[in-house]
């Protein structure tokens, strides 16, 4: 209870002139400074867990034009009264490896989860260490806060009863 009298007087500024608050602000401009970098480290964490998706997305989609998409064929007339024939494009021997079935599938199997190990390992885990590491300042600064008003409101006695007394 002493604590809550003690934010009201503080709050708006009442008690004994021989008494100055004591305040947590080096605490509290960290923790704004800390709040300001988390925010974007929040939606690069939300951008990450997309982008891991998108990436298993990409692959799949990639898989189904190369293997499950036949070339477009070449038509061609010889003549405009004969009719059309098609003919078949030959693929570039470049690209012989990228339209293998086989490539495709170790592709979609394989890469999304080595790129989401190596996310986490390399982006997530060290991100999430300084989410954790707000999280429990800002669960600290609460605490701070309350000792300090409970601090305060025993001093303002004493100061205010050794003003009295003099």
């Known amino acids: 209870m002493q604590a809550l009298t003690e934010r009201a007087r503080q709050a708006f500024g009442l ?4 008494f100055v608050a004591s305040n947590l602000d ?7 400074e800390l709040s300001n970098f988390i925010a974007p480290l929040r939606a690069l964490e939300k951008a990450t867990n997309q982008f891991n998706k998108d990436t298993a997305e990409f692959l799949q989609a990639t898989a189904t034009l190369m293997t499950g998409c036949p070339f477009p064929r ?30 495709h599938a170790l592709l979609v199997r394989e890469a999304p989860e080595a790129v989401k ?7 997530l885990a060290p991100m999430q260490q300084w989410l954790a590491a707000y999280d429990v300042a800002q669960a600290q600064l609460s605490s701070l806060q309350a000792g300090r008003l409970a601090y305060d409101a025993a001093r303002r006695h004493f100061v205010t009863a050794a003003a009295r007394a003099a």
């Open 26 to 32: 080096a605490h509290e401009a960290t923790l704004q």
């Open 74 to 103: 070449m038509w061609a007339q010889a003549s405009p009264t004969e009719p059309a024939q098609p003919s078949h494009v030959p693929a570039p021997v470049e690209a012989a490896a990228w339209l293998d079935a086989e490539t």
């Open 117 to 123: 190990i190596a996310v986490k390992k390399e982006l």
């Open 15 to 18: 008690g004994s002139d021989v």
